[in-house]
């Protein structure tokens, strides 16, 4: 089992950047496919990003591909995500999640473990 705790969310105007953090409990982390998915108010939660577990391997859903990087530290069991470019529509509660297993998953039924989310709002 992983607990995640995220940080980093806040206000921020059109354009600039954020960094999340994603700091997992437990000796595991690196063997976990680990994503960020977020949800705005009123609409499903969505896919963002998401990294394999050992060889880098990253995926980005395309409203956030050349935006958004995703990496992780399985030397400090953290990951990442660094947001720039950022845009009204990004505002959301941005949530971490982990997978047990080996295939990435860009939808959210498939994550076993989740953080409590961190609120990110863009304003325009």
């Known amino acids: 089992q992983v607990q995640l705790v995220e940080s980093g969310g806040g206000l921020v105007p059109a354009g600039g950047s954020l960094r999340l953090s994603c700091a997992a409990s437990g000796r595991t982390f690196s063997s976990y496919v680990m994503g960020w998915f977020r949800q705005a108010p009123g609409k499903e939660r969505e896919f963002v990003a998401a990294?394999?577990?050992?060889?880098?391997?990253?995926y980005y859903a395309d409203s956030v591909k050349g935006r958004f990087t995703i990496s992780r530290d399985n030397a400090k069991n953290t990951l990442y995500l660094q947001m720039s470019g950022l845009k009204p529509e990004d505002t959301a509660v941005y949530y971490c999640?982990?997978?047990?297993?080996?295939?990435?998953?860009?939808?959210?039924?498939?994550?076993?473990?989740w953080g409590q989310g961190t609120q990110v709002t863009v304003s325009s």
């Open positions: 999640a982990a997978l047990r297993g080996l295939v990435v998953y860009t939808t959210a039924r498939r994550y076993d473990y």
């Open positions: 990294i394999s577990r050992s060889d880098g391997s990253t």
